[in-house]
């Protein structure tokens, strides 16, 4: 069964720079979430999309920005990279907003030196 | 911040029944229990979730008291691919769905 597909799996950045991280759903899935991980941390919500318009926001910092584009896969924009920016950022989608399971992608590792 | 308490840790033999409690006493009327586990690094996996009534699926059982206070997560017999973190979480249903991630129980399934 396909899967969330997200890249890219690795990115090194020095600080001051931009990283871009893409997220593709599940086929036919409307929905979009963005999670961050921390080192030893638990994950925490970002930002979510439903049908190409943002849903919710969690504690994503004003130098983040996210969309979703007309074929529903998102894309997560993070400027003025700081060390603490250092994480595990999962994207995970669902068939609809709210009532179902979220599927989640198998991460993008950022590493900001 | 999160609506739910589980222990840090827990053991399970493999081949036992691992059983998980979550407590969440401050659970509303529409809000659901699920739960879902991260296994080293991956993305969280969705378990199963419910309302008020017991829930099995092919992973696991849910178990929710009468007074929709705490709940237990159920696996049958723990593998090693078992050993995760699971989280509890709570959430209303038909909102906007977003997780919110609590500390979890590392759970450890020894041979």
């Known amino acids: 069964a396909a899967g969330v597909i997200q890249s890219p799996r690795h990115l090194i950045k020095e600080k001051r720079e931009t990283a871009t991280l893409k997220c593709y759903p599940i086929p036919r899935h409307d929905t979009v979430y963005w999670y961050q991980q921390g080192p030893g941390q638990d994950p925490q919500f970002l930002i979510s999309?439903?049908?190409?318009?943002?849903?919710d926001k969690g504690s994503i910092p004003d130098r983040f920005s996210a969309q979703q584009f007309s074929d529903y896969h998102s894309e997560l924009n993070m400027s003025s990279l700081e060390l603490g920016d250092s994480a595990l950022y999962f994207c995970?989608?669902?068939?609809?907003?709210?009532?179902?399971?979220?599927?989640f992608g198998p991460g993008t590792r950022l590493t900001v030196l | 911040d999160a609506k739910t308490t589980q222990p840090p840790s827990m053991d399970c033999a493999e081949g036992r029944a691992a059983n998980l409690p979550c407590n969440h006493s401050?659970?509303?009327?529409?809000?659901?229990v699920y739960w879902y586990r991260q296994i080293h690094s991956q993305g969280p996996q969705y378990i199963i979730h419910g309302l008020k009534n017991n829930e099995t699926n092919e992973m696991a059982s849910l178990i929710i008291t009468e007074d929709r206070k705490s709940s237990t997560l159920i696996l049958p017999h723990a593998t090693l691919r078992d050993t995760a973190v699971y989280y509890c979480?709570?959430?209303?249903?038909?909102?906007?769905?977003?997780?919110?991630f609590g500390k979890g129980t590392k759970l450890s399934v020894k041979p």
């Open positions: 999309f439903y049908e190409k318009m943002q849903s």
């Open positions: 401050t659970i509303s009327g529409n809000e659901y």
């Open positions: 995970a989608s669902s068939l609809t907003k709210g009532w179902d399971e979220q599927f």
């Open positions: 979480i709570v959430t209303p249903g038909g909102s906007q769905g977003n997780l919110i």
